[in-house]
DNA sequence: GTCTATATGCAGATAGAC
DNA sequence: GTCTATCTGCATATAGAC
């Protein structure tokens, strides 16, 4: 598609993922469209309204497919391995997702409020990712901590890759590529790893 | 003390890490201070410059005393633990500290490039908190792997924290209390495990 | 140092021709 | 649907009195 309002939101999503609700643009975003300021009002009525069309968009990405993972009903080894995967699949053709809905969300928290009231589904598929952490054999105490300390090696690198490739990486670029290429094998062997020793522990 | 520089100073640092830089009024920081506008800029020549110096002390602390807990000269796994509990100190004082640091170096990169040509001792701190986990007998493959997850563990709740309250604990404060509340040695222990995993394995 | 009043520029939004 | 021109309001910044 190159329609029109395809082009809005491709050139919506560039700016407003890279500058924020507040430090985006309409001239920009127009620019960027190939239009004039105008026409994305006539598309969108107000710069809230083609801001709530991005983050809505980009929210449901970043909220992985965690649905169809947990019901490909494998062992929670074989689960951790392909949601790591999925998560990554996503991240790596979309590296400034997370600091966008992230950011955002921190800037708005109300918004979340009225998103979790539409999507009643997502937080009974989080309790049943939570729950095969206690079953099978693998009886956690705290499958919460476990799934976040996941969920934070997966994405906080993408969150803070300016910290690394400044601080860590000292600017080299070769080295922060990389560590990214390794990153998705050496997540999938810690989370083993924990859950496995979280097995010797009898916790 | 609690002259107006102070003041100015305070009330900016709570409106610009609430709302960032673009989001952040001077109005309301004045309002805030107790004080107009004209006087912000009496003080600081432009709202760039106040936040310059809102952003620096920021950064500042949110790069923890890395150097003092390495000259402590301890062993890898008392030093991870110390590690932990400096990080964690300051984040518990400063919950929102994370999301402003990280969101305003992602919004304008090219902030850090200046900040490291002042601070070339950070890095060499950095490097020598990596050497740590190859000496001893603590030959780890990917030192960088390992302290990235670290320090992701320890800091993306707090920047995730609007999705760890309504997604995973439905808005239950209390469960996202105890939550942070564990947090601290849940890591520490994550932390040790991962380490001794990586001994067994010859890495 | 601190205030009120004002200048200046710019961004979001609209009017109206084509 | 798409454009140019314009309105409106607001935010940063300054002028100048006290």
Redesign the pocket.
């Known amino acids: 598609m190159d ?3 395809t082009k809005i939101i491709d050139a919506a999503r560039r700016v407003f993922v890279a500058k924020g609700l507040d430090g ?5 975003i ?1 620019d960027e469209a ?10 969108f ?6 801001f709530d069309a991005i983050f809505e968009e980009a929210f449901q990405q970043f909220i992985p497919t965690m649905g169809a993972t947990i019901a490909s009903g494998k062992n929670p080894q074989e689960i951790i391995t392909i949601f790591i995967d999925a998560y990554f699949r996503v991240l790596e053709q979309n590296p400034f997702l997370p600091q966008f809905v992230i950011g955002e969300l921190n800037r708005d928290p109300s918004r979340l409020a009225t998103f979790m009231a539409e999507k009643i589904g997502l937080t009974s598929l989080v309790d049943k990712a939570m729950s095969l952490f206690q079953n099978e054999g693998f009886n956690l105490k705290n499958p919460q901590q476990f799934m976040i300390s996941l969920i934070s090696m997966i994405i906080f690198p993408f969150v803070a890759k300016p910290i690394l490739h400044h601080i860590i990486f000292k600017g080299d670029q070769l080295l922060v590529d990389q560590f990214f290429a390794e990153r998705k094998s050496y997540v999938t062997t810690s989370a083993l790893q924990l859950l496995a020793s979280s097995l010797n522990e009898n916790n």
């Open positions: 329609n029109t309002e985006a643009r309409m001239q920009e127009a190939g239009i004039n300021k105008a026409l994305l009002h006539y598309y009525r107000s710069k809230q309204k083609l």
